[in-house]
């Protein structure tokens, strides 16, 4: 539902699972929800893009949730990971990419736009 919000920020968004790409094919015929989807979604059966970013739980062949922010000269600039029963908020994600664009210091709890310090 934010996609337009990353993309007006001059971001990028991609979605990596485990999951092979007829899966979230399947999803995306199936789900209203997922159905919307514009950006990539790249399927990782192999979890090589999970193994190098470090969110692969061993032996399970699942991923952590997880969001990676990505700066142009391949720097992570932000890392947050979850179990997999804990969803991801994008205004947050929002908000900290806003701090990070801003490159100034920001206070805690600053939201889109707001002061920094």
């Not at 391949?74 to 205004?91: D, F, K, M, T, Y």
Request: glycine share 10%.
């Amino acid at each position: 539902d934010h996609y337009a919000e990353f993309q007006q920020r001059g971001v990028e968004v991609y979605s990596v699972s485990t999951d092979t790409h007829f899966v979230h094919k399947a999803w995306h015929d199936a789900s209203d929800t997922i159905g919307k989807i514009t950006y990539p979604m790249i399927g990782d059966p192999s979890g090589t893009v999970t193994n190098n970013f470090g969110v692969m739980r061993e032996g399970q062949g699942l991923a952590d949730r997880a969001t990676f922010i990505i700066d142009p000269n391949n720097v992570i600039q932000h890392v947050s990971a979850n179990n997999l029963n804990v969803g991801r908020n994008p205004e947050e994600t929002l908000r900290i990419l806003d701090a990070l664009q801003t490159d100034q210091l920001c206070g805690c709890n600053r939201e889109v736009g707001g002061c920094t310090l």
